[in-house]
């Protein structure tokens, strides 16, 4: 019994360190509900899940929130609102987690979307190789880029 009590205690510390990197990656249902709501609804909501709204580079039409928490790579997920008056919204993850990037990319037939188009734009000063898709209501992007580690965005608007 005492063997089992160390051994769990070993590794409940092997494992601690994993949890306090772990950052919430918000999931395509999410992004297109977080398309509704209002600038002070999001910030709420998005605070809440450990994100942390950068002032200095936000404006009056654009804010930018970063994750209170680094992955296991040392980066940091950054949500963006994007929305100038009497318009909807865009709303952009992005992430190091290709993980996440092919579970989108994996979920987007089953949730209507179709393949649109795709192209090659600068994002961030870095060629990425972006996808457009569309189901209706919503326009999605996905995208890939390499500036110091290898980024994987979202973009949803109406």
């Known amino acids: 019994m005492k063997r089992i009590i160390i051994i769990a205690a070993v590794a409940l510390i092997a494992f601690t360190p994993g949890i306090s990197r772990a950052q919430y990656n918000f999931a395509l249902v999410e992004l297109e509900k977080l398309t509704g709501k209002n ?72 949730m209507g979307f179709k393949l649109i188009n795709d192209e090659v734009k600068t994002i961030k000063g870095a060629q990425a190789q972006v996808y457009n898709y569309s189901n209706g209501p919503f326009q999605l992007s996905l995208g890939t880029y390499t500036t110091d580690a290898n980024w994987y965005v979202v973009e949803i608007h109406i």
Do not use: H, W
């Open 39 to 110: 600038a002070s609804d999001f910030d709420t909501y998005v605070m809440e899940k450990d994100y942390t709204i950068q002032s200095k580079t936000s404006t009056q039409v654009l804010k930018i929130y970063v994750s209170d928490k680094p992955s296991a790579d040392g980066k940091k997920n950054v949500i963006t609102r994007y929305q100038v008056p009497n318009a909807s919204c865009k709303i952009e993850f992005t992430t190091t987690d290709k993980k996440y990037y092919l579970e989108v990319k994996s979920k987007l037939s089953a």
